[in-house]
């Protein structure tokens, strides 16, 4: 089932860069740093170019032994031989996609602040859930902000791993796995770093640091 393709850490998710070899570099030494996840998402890129992109990314994590997801488009995942998608609110029904896919299929569900749509996502065939922003994030400034409550309450009442999403950095993701998080999914902190290696180990570090 889809648990075992869902460990507990760091979760990456790639920015819109159109440099191809560069997305692949970074997202190796991302990997290289202890990242356990990777999401495909670019939100700029040409449907030639996410093709591409995401054949290249789903090929390197499968070399890697990581699990690879693709943002809203099942076509492309199921294409590319990804593990499975992330949706968000505009990109169809949870059940309706549940019922086309194969049972260890992983569909991630984006719930922002709101601990009903993660309710209704657990229900309905979500193999994990999103709350966020949790802080600040520099991808999505006008983001509604979430309190890290909703990790901890996710963790108490749903049979499904957490995942925090926006404004994550080395120096806050400790509070997130305080909380509970399963996972944290970080963009800007570990792509744009100067090392995204060592950066992506301080993360993972505090995944190791802390109990399942």
Avoid at 55 to 75: E, H, K, P, Q, W
Avoid at 81 to 93: L, P, Q, S, Y
Wanted: glycine letters at 10%; one cysteine or more.
């Amino acid at each position: 089932m889809t648990l075992r393709l869902l460990k507990r850490g760091l979760y990456a998710v790639t920015p819109d860069w159109e440099d191809t070899p560069r997305l692949v570099g970074v997202t190796a030494a991302i990997i290289d740093g202890g990242a356990v996840c990777v999401q495909y998402r670019n939100k700029t890129a040409t449907h030639d170019l996410a093709a591409e992109q995401a054949r290249a990314i789903a090929g390197l994590c499968r070399l890697r032994g990581v699990t690879c997801l693709i943002n809203d488009d099942v076509a492309l995942a199921l294409a590319v031989g990804a593990d499975g998608v992330h949706i968000g609110r505009d990109d169809g029904e949870c059940a309706a996609l549940r019922s086309r896919v194969a049972d260890d299929f992983i569909i991630g569900v984006s719930c922002y602040d709101d601990f009903e749509r993660a309710r209704a996502a657990a229900r309905d065939g979500a193999s994990y859930v999103a709350f966020g922003a949790m802080f600040a994030s520099p991808t999505k400034p006008g983001a509604v902000g979430a309190p890290i409550a909703l990790i901890g309450r996710a963790r108490g009442e749903l049979s499904l791993p957490v995942v925090g999403i926006g404004g994550i950095t080395a120096d806050n993701v400790p509070a997130l796995v305080e909380a509970g998080a399963d996972m944290a999914a970080v963009i800007t902190d570990i792509y744009n770093a100067d090392d995204p290696r060592e950066r992506s180990e301080r993360i993972a570090a505090a995944f190791d640091k802390s109990p399942s």
